[in-house]
DNA sequence: GTCTATAACGCGATAGAC
DNA sequence: GTCTATCGCGTTATAGAC
């Protein structure tokens, strides 16, 4: 394959990976047509068939993805060993994640909302060793009486759910924040918030 | 209408209710079809129409009860004062919520996940007023320095976040917990945990 | 690699007998 | 109030021309 194609190939895989995740976002896998995620992108449907054979594989790539992304986010618990720097890191990661991304967290949440159905047993491999060893670092933390007497999955539970609700309950934030998206300000405030009221209450002085 | 029919329609809409709770919860509103519900609820498809004439019709009143639900969770900031217990009831009764009513959580994070497709304004009317109140009632603690200075939006959604966390994503909870629900007394550790994190993160002794 | 036409199917909704 | 049969639409996926 000649590298013009290549090109063309690469460009039009982004292109429709990212509008699907959009459109996914948006209806759920089953309520996203192929038609919209076509629209979306400017192509012809068989198009799409084309670089991705069914709705299925679209979607599993789009998951795929952003399992990825999601990783990256905590690459702060290996790099560093100070809690509040470990934490303070990872939620601004996650934060801006939501915010760069916020299609990406609203089809993995909608994904694990209904029971990984897709991802099935891949997540499960994903995941557990991966939170574990976070986990394991919260309790040697706890030990070494760095923080305070927490359990390591609620800690981590609500890192996660604080963050990824600025993306995947947007609509919420908006119409409580007289129907506009925050501001970069408003939305280094709320960065702010979390990361202080997760540190002080695990016993850190933020 | 005698009393009699009266009674049947009454419990056959209740078990559609609470099964088409379920359905939508496990495959979302499109992925849901009216054979799905009326296999869980064993009734035929076209008596399900009977009582709700349209797939949207059932599912707009089940939004509806649930709006009803969440909004009893949070009586509490009317009944107190003390931020303390306030806060401290408002996270055991969203827990609790979470734990009985896990398909009611979902399918309310779905549609708003979505931006409130079926609600639509409605989610505005019900959610502003109610909502502001309690962000009023934190900055008045936060003026009278009972707490720290926090955004009060930023506590409320921490704590919707949290909570909810424990029935949408229970599936992920499930995995890191050996594939088990979490046993009672698991639940009862981290309705403590959350409320101890909150509560210290903004500046309560728990 | 791109696009049109169509096959095959699942689903919501209704009509009408009981 | 309950149930069976059916209509009609929307969707995925593919076959095949260009």
Known sequence: MSNHKIE???????KILLGAEKVFAEKGFAG????DIA?????????????FSTKTELYNAVLLGLLEVWKQDALCFETYDDPRLVLSSYIRAKMTHSRTRP???????????????MLGLRLDASLYDWAKMKEAKIRQWVADKRI??????????????????YADFDHQVNILNEHQPLSDIQFERAVHSVTSIILRGIGLEP
Chains 1, 2 share one sequence.
């Open 8 to 14: 063309i190939r690469r460009s039009n895989v982004d």
């Open 32 to 35: 996203a047509a192929m038609a």
């Open 39 to 51: 629209a979306e992108v400017e192509l012809p449907r068989s198009n799409l068939h084309y670089y």
């Open 103 to 117: 299609y990406g967290s609203k089809v993995w949440a909608d994904e694990i909302i209904h029971g990984a159905p």
């Open 148 to 165: 305070l007497a927490v359990e390591p999955s609620s800690v981590l539970y609500m890192i996660w759910a604080s963050t990824q609700h």
